[in-house]
């Protein structure tokens, strides 16, 4: 400061100005944007006096400015009696407090205190409570750490056994693993030990199929000359006065450039041969008949009773909505393959795979009979056109014929040589014909009980089989794809439809005998005209297969069975289809009755639904 006085002293002198005349002066016009710049010879001390008392506010100015932006916080240390009120109040010692402000304030009163009594706290205790503050507080941050430790430990240790037990389980597995994998090479190597033995035994069974139907045949070939050699030695025993000699002169000459052409022993055989069967021809009566009680094919086709009910417009069609639910039977305990219903009342029969048939009133579904006999599923069923006698088809190659006064199987029929599918009457009740699976099919006599033809022809199984209603016309589907119709007289194929893509499940004439619907496994069904032998409709209502299809008395509407849980209803004159929903699995069969009112239908779902 003494410096700065120092510098700051100015001295006065006395000095006489004269005063001065502007007039004698010229002026001169300074624009405002030039820069006034004091020439250096007009530069005066008041000027640089005022210039450096500047400056020096300005450095001034801003040491304030500094001092006031950081300002300085003094802590004053702490008195003992404050200290001690603290210390007292912090450990809630409150009576303790009391007292002490009393003796404190009256000793001080007393003046009993001296000046060094009253000093501030010494440092060290200061620090030391500071000190002892930060020691609790890293205490609770210590004991904070240390259970956050524990816990930590305590996953640790669980995640550790975790991982311990999924590292075991998991060289369990992998020796399970190893362990399958070694089963499996070794069953692998002894089933490859097996391939020649299953060869070599289907070889054998395969021989031995072909030796039983070689056997077969030589049978029935033994059982036909045996039946004639004991009607020839009949017919002889009642010709005995007879000459040989006569018989002898009237006996033909027959095949002599043949049996030339044989070897000796083929000759001799052939010449032996001829003799007995010359003498055998010869020996019998005009009338004689090799099976007596074969039953005659009607000569003509006879009038269908049942083409009344074609003329008549249906009445499901009429009705809003047509065919609706009205009753389930829950029929069997495996799938329904097939239904028939009675020529004449209302009775109807389901066949099942369960192995068995049974026998139902309508519309009640009161179980009337049960047919059990077949050792594997039963296909299918037919009622004898007198109501009388039942015939069933099964898989285990066989056909039964039940009477129902008996309430027995009266015959079975066991020719066909794999599983049986189908069984149709003729309308005279004498015959009946069934499709297999073995290529064929057969007509059977009632009353001979014997095999009249066999029909053969398809390349693949025969699927169904149905006698033309009042005619002796057989239709067959097969799943070689296409249709056939037979003569029964002479069991040959007079004619043959083809356009089938796919196996053929079913077909079926109508009531006119005018048209055939047929379905196969893609869910395509095909109305044939029979007098022009064409396709007429061909409707694709797959995927799902088509199992079975029937027509309404009238003819006019088609009902087919589908895989897809449905019957679709196919109105021939607009080609309209309607679904009847109510089966919960494949529907595998469906029947209309012969007044058209109502219609039956069995299914996988082990029921038979009653649509009226």
């Not at 003729?426 to 290529?439: I, K, P, Q, R, V």
């Not at 005619?471 to 083809?498: E, H, M, P, V």
Request: charged share 25%.
């Amino acid at each position: 400061m003494a410096s700065n006085e120092a510098s700051d002293k100015f001295y006065l002198e006395k000095e006489q100005l004269l005063a001065d005349s502007d007039d004698e002066f010229q002026y001169e016009e300074v624009p405002i944007d030039e820069e006034f710049i004091v020439d250096d010879v007009v530069e005066n001390l008041d000027v640089a006096v005022r210039t450096i008392r500047e400056s020096q506010d300005d450095a001034q100015a801003a040491v304030r400015k500094e001092s006031t932006a950081r300002p300085s916080v003094t802590q004053h240390p702490e008195v003992v009696d404050d200290f001690v009120r603290n210390f007292l109040v912090r450990m809630g010692m409150g009576r303790t407090l009391d007292c002490f402000q009393t003796e404190w304030y009256e000793l001080q009163e007393k003046g009993l205190l001296h000046e060094e009594d009253i000093d501030v706290v010494p440092d060290i205790y200061a620090r030391n409570q500071d000190l002892d503050n930060e020691i609790k507080f890293l205490k609770k941050e210590v004991d904070k750490y240390r259970n956050a430790a524990l816990k930590a430990k305590e996953s640790y240790v669980k995640l550790r056994k975790e991982r311990d037990y999924h590292r075991m389980h998991h060289k369990r597995v992998v020796q399970e693993k190893n362990k399958f994998i070694d089963d499996i090479k070794r069953l692998k190597r002894h089933y490859q030990q097996y391939e020649p033995t299953l060869h070599q035994l289907k070889r054998k069974y395969e021989v031995a199929m072909k030796e039983k139907m070689l056997a077969k045949l030589e049978r029935d070939r033994a059982v036909g000359q045996v039946n004639g050699l004991q009607s020839t030695l009949k017919s002889m025993e009642s010709f005995k006065g007879t000459s040989s000699l006569s018989l002898q002169d009237k006996r033909p000459v027959k095949g002599d450039k043949q049996v030339e052409e044989l070897g000796p022993t083929q000759r001799a055989l052939a010449l032996e041969r001829e003799k007995l069967s010359e003498c055998d021809i010869q020996l019998l009566p005009e009338d004689f008949k090799r099976y007596p009680n074969d039953s005659v094919f009607p000569v003509d086709t006879g009038v269908n009773p049942y083409l009344s009910n074609s003329k008549a417009a249906p009445s499901h069609i009429s009705r809003t909505g047509g065919f609706r639910l009205s009753n389930t039977i829950q029929a069997h305990s495996h799938s329904v393959s097939g239904v028939a219903l009675h020529p004449r009342k209302q009775i109807l029969v389901t066949s099942s795979d369960d192995n068995t048939w049974k026998m139902w009133a309508v519309p009640s579904g009161d179980i009337i009979m049960t047919g059990e006999g077949h050792t594997d599923w039963v296909s299918s069923c037919d009622f004898h056109p007198g109501g009388a006698k039942l015939a069933t088809t099964s898989g285990d190659t066989t056909v039964k014929i039940w009477d129902f006064a008996k309430g027995e199987c009266v015959h079975t029929f066991v020719d066909h040589m794999l599983a049986v599918w189908n069984c149709s009457w003729h309308s005279c009740g004498d015959f009946l014909a069934t499709c297999s699976m073995d290529n064929t099919s057969k007509v059977w006599d009632l009353n001979s009980l014997r095999c009249r033809y066999t029909l053969r022809g398809h390349t693949d199984s025969v699927n169904s089989i149905q006698f033309v209603p009042f005619s002796n016309i057989i239709l067959t589907s097969s799943a070689d794809k296409t249709l056939s119709l037979w003569d029964a007289r002479t069991g040959l194929c007079t004619q043959t439809f083809y356009g089938h893509m796919n196996s053929v499940n079913h077909a079926a004439f109508n009531l006119r005998c005018d048209t055939v619907a047929s379905c196969d496994s893609y869910g395509i069904f095909k109305l044939w005209d029979v007098r022009n032998v064409s396709e007429m409709v061909s409707v694709d209502i797959g995927p799902h297969p088509a199992n079975h299809v029937t027509f309404d008395p009238s003819g006019s509407v088609l009902g087919v069975s589908s895989n897809d849980s449905t019957i679709k209803m196919y109105e021939l004159a607009s080609g309209q289809i309607t679904a009847l929903y109510g089966h919960e699995d494949a529907v595998q069969c469906s029947l209309f009755d012969q007044s058209g009112e109502f219609m039956v239908s069995g299914g996988s779902d082990c029921t038979v639904r009653i649509w009226s």
